[in-house]
């Protein structure tokens, strides 16, 4: 939600004499200013206050109250839930603006609202300010406010202010992106529960799921002016199913670089393990991510934060982020990973939940040739000196992640006794594997089966197709 239209939800919400409302953010004294000026300009009398008194006297007025601790809401809670009964048009409305603070369980019923983080133009301008006259390059103001993206006001101005004393230190002032991006990346982790991923993971990497890649690549424009003026509207997510191994976190990381976006990976078992309250993590985690895109977020193995059996909070944080899916406006698009089908609940396999569900099946024989082939290059070695096809007859039934391990098997094997890598040490580390298939055959069956009806085919293999057959 852009800010405009956040203080125009305010202030109806203030007109249809809500009493008490509940803003989450980082940026309290910039908000409070915010919505007095807002308010005072559709000549709503207000005023921001530390120590607040509300009795009938005030009757119409808005207070503005920035609440430093969760101490001082709970000396006022007999006030404040007399406002709560008291849903009339001439009762005082109260405006609690705290930062990062829980909500007592007595203010259940107010509704808690978040704070949208600034768009580009807000942290062009704010960035601006800060720089002062390192600001008139404006190649490095746009840089700077597009790396910024996901990011409160505090801290944008304090990440800035830690550049500004370093570079004036080194009297280095170039590279300001990539202190930028650190910094960010150490917010993001202590704070919201998402990690920025760096990894240089392609579309070329991912062995064989052709008609995955085809998908991704059809969709790579998809997020332009050009494709919304066409009537296009931007994908929305993909669920990503299949058997250990098979290249389902490879395809996340490959979809960010293949489309040029920033991987935010949302962690949800330190969501679960905060010491803050859960609901908001999930909700700052979900605001950044809007306020980041375009950008990939990738939730991986979700089967085992939302199990069917999910406990009331996990329910309800399963809820936020169906919504989040379901409503958001931003062009963020979600990638969930799940190995375990029997734990997805219902809700999250419904239609329009995601754009596609694709299954990642264990790799075919030409698929296991290009693994083969994609290993060997990442270890400087050329796949034309190896016989890709007796290795990928030797691995039948193996993952990609089995495939991988034969190599790095082999290296060792082939370093042990100071000789070349050849394809007999690869072919004899295969035989010293025993592959997931083989173990688990019946639960694979049974997740194909299941996938045959309910999911798209990565891969359209012959073979695959006359099995469902």
């Given at each position: 939600?852009?800010?405009?239209?956040?203080?125009?939800?305010?202030?109806?919400?203030?007109?249809?004499?809500?009493?008490?409302?509940?803003?989450q953010t980082d940026d309290d004294a910039w908000l409070a200013m915010?919505?007095?000026?807002?308010?005072?300009?559709?000549?709503?009398?207000?005023?921001?206050?530390?120590?607040?008194?509300?009795?009938?006297?005030?009757?119409?007025?808005?207070?503005?109250?920035?609440?430093?601790?969760?101490?001082?809401?709970?000396?006022?809670?007999?006030?404040?839930?007399?406002?709560?009964?008291?849903?009339?048009?001439?009762?005082?409305?109260?405006?609690?603006?705290?930062?990062?603070?829980?909500?007592?369980?007595?203010?259940?019923?107010?509704?808690?609202?978040?704070?949208?983080?600034?768009?580009?133009?807000?942290?062009?301008?704010?960035?601006?300010?800060?720089?002062?006259?390192?600001?008139?390059?404006?190649?490095?103001?746009?840089?700077?406010?597009?790396?910024?993206?996901?990011?409160?006001?505090?801290?944008?101005?304090?990440?800035?202010?830690?550049?500004?004393?370093?570079?004036?230190?080194?009297?280095?002032?170039?590279?300001?992106?990539?202190?930028?991006?650190?910094?960010?990346?150490?917010?993001?982790?202590?704070?919201?529960?998402?990690?920025?991923?760096?990894?240089?993971?392609?579309?070329?990497?991912?062995?064989?799921?052709?008609?995955?890649?085809?998908?991704?690549?059809?969709?790579?424009?998809?997020?332009?002016?050009?494709?919304?003026?066409?009537?296009?509207?931007?994908?929305?997510?993909?669920?990503?199913?299949?058997?250990?191994?098979?290249?389902?976190?490879?395809?996340?990381?490959?979809?960010?670089?293949?489309?040029?976006?920033?991987?935010?990976?949302?962690?949800?078992?330190?969501?679960?393990?905060?010491?803050?309250?859960?609901?908001?993590?999930?909700?700052?985690?979900?605001?950044?991510?809007?306020?980041?895109?375009?950008?990939?977020?990738?939730?991986?193995?979700?089967?085992?934060?939302?199990?069917?059996?999910?406990?009331?909070?996990?329910?309800?944080?399963?809820?936020?982020?169906?919504?989040?899916?379901?409503?958001?406006?931003?062009?963020?698009?979600?990638v969930a990973t799940a190995n375990d089908i029997s734990n997805l609940?219902?809700?999250?396999?419904?239609?329009?939940?995601?754009?596609?569900?694709?299954?990642?099946?264990?790799?075919?024989?030409?698929?296991?040739?290009?693994?083969?082939?994609?290993?060997?290059?990442?270890?400087?070695?050329?796949?034309?000196?190896?016989?890709?096809?007796?290795?990928?007859?030797?691995?039948?039934?193996?993952?990609?992640?089995?495939?991988?391990?034969?190599?790095?098997?082999?290296?060792?094997?082939?370093?042990?006794?100071?000789?070349?890598?050849?394809?007999?040490?690869?072919?004899?580390?295969?035989?010293?594997?025993?592959?997931?298939?083989?173990?688990?055959?019946?639960?694979?069956?049974?997740?194909?089966?299941?996938?045959?009806?309910?999911?798209?085919?990565?891969?359209a293999d012959e073979r695959l197709l006359s099995y469902f057959s």
């Amino acid at each position: 939600m852009e800010e405009s239209e956040f203080l125009s939800a305010i202030c109806v919400r203030i007109q249809a004499a809500e009493p008490v409302l509940w803003i989450q953010t980082d940026d309290d004294a910039w908000l409070a200013m915010t919505i007095k000026n807002a308010l005072t300009a559709k000549q709503i009398p207000c005023e921001i206050t530390e120590a607040p008194s509300w009795d009938a006297s005030n009757a119409r007025r808005v207070f503005i109250w920035q609440p430093p601790t969760a101490a001082d809401i709970l000396a006022h809670e007999r006030d404040l839930a007399r406002l709560l009964r008291q849903m009339r048009a001439q009762t005082t409305c109260v405006i609690l603006v705290p930062r990062s603070l829980h909500k007592p369980t007595f203010l259940d019923p107010v509704p808690l609202l978040d704070a949208p983080l600034p768009d580009w133009n807000a942290r062009r301008t704010l960035i601006s300010l800060a720089l002062g006259s390192l600001a008139k390059d404006p190649r490095r103001l746009e840089r700077i406010a597009a790396v910024s993206a996901g990011l409160s006001r505090v801290q944008i101005s304090r990440i800035l202010a830690r550049c500004l004393v370093e570079a004036r230190e080194t009297q280095n002032f170039d590279d300001w992106e990539k202190r930028v991006v650190q910094e960010k990346r150490q917010l993001l982790a202590d704070n919201l529960s998402l990690d920025v991923i760096d990894d240089p993971a392609t579309i070329q990497d991912l062995g064989g799921a052709d008609d995955l890649k085809q998908w991704l690549q059809l969709r790579a424009s998809a997020f332009t002016q050009d494709a919304q003026n066409f009537g296009i509207q931007p994908p929305r997510g993909l669920l990503l199913v299949g058997i250990q191994g098979c290249g389902k976190s490879l395809a996340a990381k490959a979809i960010a670089n293949t489309w040029k976006f920033p991987l935010l990976q949302l962690d949800m078992s330190a969501i679960f393990s905060t010491a803050q309250a859960p609901d908001a993590v999930l909700r700052q985690a979900l605001a950044v991510a809007d306020a980041m895109s375009p950008a990939v977020i990738w939730c991986d193995e979700i089967e085992k934060a939302f199990a069917q059996d999910a406990d009331p909070t996990t329910r309800r944080l399963l809820g936020h982020i169906l919504n989040w899916m379901q409503e958001r406006r931003s062009t963020a698009f979600f990638v969930a990973t799940a190995n375990d089908i029997s734990n997805l609940p219902a809700e999250l396999m419904r239609k329009g939940r995601f754009d596609e569900i694709f299954f990642l099946d264990l790799p075919t024989d030409s698929a296991r040739r290009d693994i083969f082939a994609i290993h060997l290059r990442k270890r400087k070695r050329d796949p034309n000196q190896f016989d890709l096809a007796k290795l990928a007859q030797a691995t039948q039934n193996f993952s990609g992640a089995e495939i991988e391990q034969t190599i790095i098997a082999a290296l060792f094997s082939a370093f042990s006794k100071r000789s070349t890598l050849t394809t007999d040490h690869i072919l004899d580390a295969a035989h010293d594997i025993v592959p997931l298939y083989k173990q688990r055959e019946h639960e694979i069956k049974q997740l194909r089966e299941w996938a045959s009806e309910r999911t798209r085919m990565a891969s359209a293999d012959e073979r695959l197709l006359s099995y469902f057959s």
